[in-house]
């Protein structure tokens, strides 16, 4: 499976997007969380294609960044657009 992450590299994104790396539960924090996962998980799996189990956690957490943007759209539409400019998540 891909790599864990460390206490160190979770307070380091949730401090830059959270505000404070105590700051766990922002909806930015989280969405940039998942994004690191993804990008780690999508590394392992271009490598290892045949590990089922990493591709469904791989898709859940796909689902999860997705309903959290789609929260934070209809939210504030303002820091949606910062937030997939700063993650290069879609080129829009």
Do not use: P, W
Not at 13 to 30: D, R, T, W
């Amino acid at each position: 499976m891909a790599e864990y992450l460390t206490k160190e590299k979770k307070q380091e994104i949730f401090a830059e997007y959270g505000g404070s790396e105590k700051n766990s539960g922002s909806v930015e924090a989280q969405i940039a969380l998942f994004t690191y996962r993804i990008k780690s998980l999508s590394e392992h799996l271009n490598s290892n294609h045949k590990d089922h189990s990493c591709r469904k956690a791989l898709l859940q957490l796909v689902g999860k960044r997705r309903r959290l943007l789609t929260y934070l759209e209809k939210k504030d539409i303002q820091k949606y657009r910062d937030l997939i400019a700063k993650l290069e998540i879609r080129s829009k």
